[in-house]
């Protein structure tokens, strides 16, 4: 979704950042209203005053949509966590991996803001090159790297979580086995990190129509 956000250019079509969220506009009035705040910024004065109302309306639902998801991922992510934590069935490890997701995905909603705001100034009044209303690629590529990172989390302890008890025991027999996957995936881990941000890095300047 938030790939689809970025390429259909819908990214800085909500020019307003609420934690809590909101419904999308229920009326004519609101969505001319939230159009005309859109009207303020760099990306509608340079590359879409072309656009009307409905344009608007599709860029706009495509963003409120993204936010969305993610505060709806927060909110199946800490109903179930409550509810295991309170009957007991955490350990102290396991408490505090899903404190740390939790605390990961709400910071991400912050960084996406924050990624945000970057495509929301006047570059004419910055000594930035490139003047296209977009935002930093350096930005895009914490946010995104982000959302990979909360996506390993918590993929690796769903396989530990679903590992029988028998495979987890260790002796002299497999410890050099273990101890081989342990190195090449560490390896696989950072050279997959290395193209992820680099990759971000070219989508956010543009850097694949060169």
Known sequence: ???????????LSMVKWKPHGGWLPSTQEAWQQEFEEYKKFPEYQVMNRNMDLNGFKRIYFVEWFHRMIGRGIGVIFFGPMVYFWARGYFRYRLKLITTTLLGLGALQGGIGWWMVKSGLVDKNKTKQIDKTPRVSPYRLSVHAGFAYMIYSISLWQAFHLLRRPQEDFINLKNLADHNFMRIKLRQAGILLTMVYLTGFLVAGNAAGHS
């Open 1 to 11: 979704i938030g790939g689809y956000t970025r390429l259909s250019k819908s990214g």
